[in-house]
């Protein structure tokens, strides 16, 4: 499942955000679709076409009007859906079809107009569905006031939303969505939604929430062990190759670690052994997503709404090798073709088989908070398109040829221009 196109679309639009939000940035480069091969320092971007003026700067703005949400979907899963927030001046959801660089807005969406903020976590199912849990009051177009939230399910290929309740515990932001195989969906982590100040939820992990995409119900799961976080924001999760092991990464309390396991077929809490030089920054409202065998860690900021991570000589994107879950790896560099090593079962597998929801297993996806949302996607997109491109590259590539080609040019990024190059 990989897809080297959306990968570049997640550079691409990773490019926009830089363009748009960052000061002069030093020198950005283009990557040309047949690289396959990258440094997390010298991560190359190129702009999509008409980006800037189809997503408002506004639009990606966490304080001005609460961003957007986005994720993948279609029937090819070949588009990226942004969702809109409340503001009901532009269009409720907006796609770009990273097939074909098409970008279409839709101003209504039948039956519920879905509300996607930068701090929810959406989640694609194997169906095309998106979940965008709202935990926050809303208001829906036929005036209908939520104070405890809701889950919108926008059927990317429908083109349809439905509005369902969520679990009263459910009213956060900034929490973090993992899929697991068997359609749930663990919800953890977060804080109030009242206000930028607002506070991580006390038992955020101690307690995590099951949904259950196939029949729409909701439960509180207890998880166990001594290394249970405490209540954080901004975090991000991953699933592990393994199918069952979620994967905690960053979020706003440096008392926490910077990183966690959850077993999900014991629902058991570890911290997980890590070698190579990881980041020393904490960093929250970052997007982190699953490669390959990388869990791929994209932006953040910390506490203060500042970037001291590149001060700190760290860079935008984080790749931490996840194919040995004994023991994690921090590493620079991104190798597409470094074989996923297949992974051993849980070891009950009595827990394993049993589908009232603790029966865990595999999956992808991840989250997006904040502006970064989209980087993800793209990455998924990307890497996606990537393997086929690979297909067909091996028929004409002489087997001696080296896979990792020159860039062609620079894109050289400053006061949100883009200026083109030549290397
Ligand atoms: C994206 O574009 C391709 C090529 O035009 C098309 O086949 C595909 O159906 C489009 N996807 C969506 C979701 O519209
Ligand atoms: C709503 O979006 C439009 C652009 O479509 C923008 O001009 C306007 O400022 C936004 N309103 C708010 C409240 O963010
Ligand atoms: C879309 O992605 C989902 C999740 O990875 C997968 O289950 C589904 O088969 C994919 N659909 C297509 C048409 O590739
Ligand atoms: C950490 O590594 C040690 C030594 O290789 C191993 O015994 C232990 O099981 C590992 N712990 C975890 C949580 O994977
Ligand atoms: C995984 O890591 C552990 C601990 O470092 C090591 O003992 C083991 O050999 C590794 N397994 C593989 C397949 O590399």
């Not at 532009?90 to 209504?108: A, E, G, Q, R």
């Not at 439905?162 to 195989?181: F, H, Q, W």
């Not at 069952?244 to 990464?249: E, G």
Request: glycine share 8%; hydrophobic share 35%; charged share 15%.
């Amino acid at each position: 499942m990989f897809n080297f196109i959306l990968l570049l679309l997640l550079l691409q639009i990773l490019t926009i955000v830089k363009s748009q939000l960052l000061t002069p940035s030093p020198s950005v480069r283009t990557l040309h679709s047949s690289i396959y091969t990258f440094d997390t320092s010298t991560l190359p971007w190129t702009a999509i076409p008409d980006n800037e003026k189809t997503l408002f700067l506004n639009l990606f703005s966490s304080v001005l009007s609460g961003g957007v949400a986005a994720s993948y979907g279609g029937e090819k899963n070949d588009t990226i859906y942004f969702i809109n927030n409340e503001n009901t001046t532009s269009p409720s959801v907006l796609t770009f079809n990273t097939s074909d660089n098409s970008w279409l807005k839709y101003s209504s969406i039948s039956v519920e107009r879905p509300i996607g903020r930068n701090q929810m976590r959406p989640i694609t199912d194997y169906n095309g569905k998106i979940y965008l849990l709202a935990g926050f009051p809303f208001t829906t177009i036929q005036d209908v006031t939520r104070n405890q939230g809701g889950m919108f399910i926008f059927d990317t290929i429908e083109l349809s939303c439905v509005l369902k309740d969520a679990i009263d515990g459910m009213l956060r932001v900034e929490y973090s969505a993992t899929l697991l195989p068997n359609g749930i969906i663990v919800y953890m982590g977060g804080k109030d939604p009242k206000g930028p100040d607002g506070k991580p939820v006390a038992d955020g992990f101690r307690i995590v929430y099951l949904y259950n995409t196939i029949d729409n119900t909701w439960k509180p799961q207890p998880t166990f062990g001594d290394s249970t976080p405490n209540g954080d924001n901004g975090i991000s999760s991953v699933l592990g190759l393994d199918g069952f092991r979620i994967i905690v990464f960053g979020g706003h309390n440096i008392d926490n670690k910077m990183l966690y396991v959850l077993d999900t077929t014991t629902f058991n809490w570890y911290e997980p052994n890590v070698s190579g030089k990881g980041p020393t920054l904490k960093r929250r409202d970052h997007t982190a997503n699953v490669i390959g065998r990388y869990m791929v860690i994209a932006f953040g900021s910390d506490p203060n709404l500042k970037f001291d991570y590149k001060q700190n000589g760290e860079n935008d994107v984080l790749l931490l090798d996840i194919g040995n879950s004994s023991n994690y790896n921090w590493v620079n560099h991104f190798d597409p073709n470094a074989v996923v090593p297949p992974q051993s079962p849980p070891q009950s597998s009595t827990q394993y088989n049993n589908k009232n929801d603790t029966g865990i297993i595999v999956g992808v996806v991840v989250g997006v908070l904040g502006i970064i949302c989209i980087i993800s996607l793209c990455i998924f997109f990307f890497i996606k398109r990537r393997k086929n491109l690979l297909h067909e590259k091996a028929l004409s590539i002489p087997s001696n040829s080296e896979n990792v080609m020159a860039i062609p040019s620079d894109l050289e990024l400053s006061s949100g221009r883009s200026l083109v190059k030549k290397s």
